[in-house]
């Protein structure tokens, strides 16, 4: 039931770039992406909805393919700010109750040095 | 504004003690949730609240209590503590089920760490 992310670890220079996935296999109404610095709470970054509508954030964007039922971050130039570690967080339906559910990935941690 | 206020930020609890775990919001958001995170693991949904009086199981429910007397709280009841409960506890909210940016996002508190010996 839990999203699967990938990679689970990258490292990366400053000014690199980076691709972090996150698949499903359960139908999905939106896709969630949250950012983790160490000893803080998950931080929201964007949400991307059915349709395929992509939103993006400073340098940071996503992408949801809703028929696949896969999302990506697409982390461009990266900064030492963007350290931490990312969850998607995927929004389904629970048939027994008729309520959504936000369930997280295991997330991938990004670690940029200079 | 507050947000999601968690306390305590910190507790250890002996094997088969009991504690509460208290989580309020000032938003006025109807769902709210509890996940617990282990170290260097992802977030697992215990319990979610979809309003005042209605609550349902996450994916871990086992070993925990919730209850939903008012909008704004939203406690956390751990009977008979164990060391597998030993974790980070957050809570969150969000306004409600609507498909729109500007109301889907999680809110998170800033966590509860909770040692069990």
């Known amino acids: 039931q839990q999203p699967v992310q990938s990679p689970q670890a990258v490292i990366l220079r400053e000014g690199e770039d980076a691709v972090i996935n996150c698949s499903s296999s359960?139908?999905?109404?939106?896709v969630h992406w949250y950012r983790q610095k160490h000893g803080e709470a998950p931080v929201f970054l964007m949400i991307?909805?059915?349709?395929?509508e992509q939103k993006g954030h400073e340098k940071i964007s996503a992408s949801f393919n809703e028929k696949k039922q896969q999302s990506s971050l697409y982390l461009t130039a990266s900064q030492l700010s963007y350290s931490g570690t990312y969850f998607c967080?995927?929004?389904?339906?629970?048939?027994?109750?008729?309520?959504?559910?936000?369930?997280f990935g295991t997330g991938t941690r990004l670690t940029i040095i200079p | 504004n507050a947000g999601v206020t968690q306390t305590p930020k910190f507790r250890i609890l002996k094997i088969g003690q009991s504690m509460t775990l208290q989580c309020t919001q000032d938003?006025?958001?109807?769902?709210m949730y509890w996940y617990r995170q282990d170290p260097g693991m992802g977030l697992k949904l215990i319990y979610y609240?979809?309003?005042?009086?209605?609550?349902d199981k996450g994916e871990v429910p086992n070993g925990y209590n919730v209850s939903r007397s008012t909008t704004e709280d939203f406690p956390l009841r751990l009977e008979l503590a164990a060391p597998s409960q030993t974790s980070v506890y957050f809570c969150?909210?969000?306004?409600?089920?609507?498909?729109?940016?500007?109301?889907?996002?999680?809110?998170f508190g800033n966590g509860t760490r909770l040692t069990v010996t």
């Open positions: 969150a909210s969000s306004p409600s089920g609507e498909w729109t940016a500007e109301t889907s996002p999680l809110h």
């Open positions: 359960k139908a999905l109404y939106s």
């Open positions: 991307l909805l059915k349709g395929g």
């Open positions: 967080g995927t929004r389904w339906v629970d048939p027994n109750f008729g309520n959504e559910k936000l369930t």
């Open positions: 938003m006025n958001h109807n769902y």
């Open positions: 609240s979809v309003g005042a009086g209605i609550t």
